[in-house]
């Protein structure tokens, strides 16, 4: 499956965004899909992940309560909204899927090219 993230930008403090995860390819419906980020002289990091039929979700403590994340298996797209931004929460931010849940980096069989959030303070 090909996977391609856009959505990104540049928002103040306390703003939001939406970002898209576009996936062609092989049945949107049979993957899991999972956000991370990776800000400058990071690692990767978890941001969530959410079910084949979008029912369950799960979030890094650092996101919670603020970002959400959704899916249209109609039009194999997966979003994350992101609400009370932080300048913390500035990175390159990525899709990924897979068969199963991870919430490391390591193991998702397919990533997007990421999109870059900027959040300015």
């Known amino acids: 499956v090909q996977l391609q993230a856009y959505g990104g930008g540049l928002v103040q403090a306390g703003g939001s965004l939406r970002l898209s995860c576009a996936a062609s390819?092989?049945?949107?419906?049979?993957?899991?899909m999972g956000w991370f980020r990776q800000a400058p002289g990071k690692e990767r990091e978890f941001v969530g992940t959410?079910?084949?039929?979008?029912?369950?979700?799960f979030y890094a403590d650092s996101v919670k309560g603020r970002f959400t994340i959704s899916r249209d298996n109609a039009k194999n797209t997966v979003y994350l909204q992101m609400n009370s931004l932080k300048p913390e929460d500035t990175a390159v931010y990525y899709c990924?899927?897979?068969?199963?849940?991870?919430?490391?980096?390591?193991?998702?069989?397919?990533w997007g090219q990421g999109t870059q959030v900027t959040v300015s303070s």
């Open positions: 990924a899927a897979d068969s199963n849940y991870h919430t490391s980096p390591q193991g998702w069989d397919y």
């Open positions: 959410i079910s084949w039929s979008g029912s369950s979700t």
């Open positions: 390819g092989r049945a949107f419906s049979n993957y899991v």
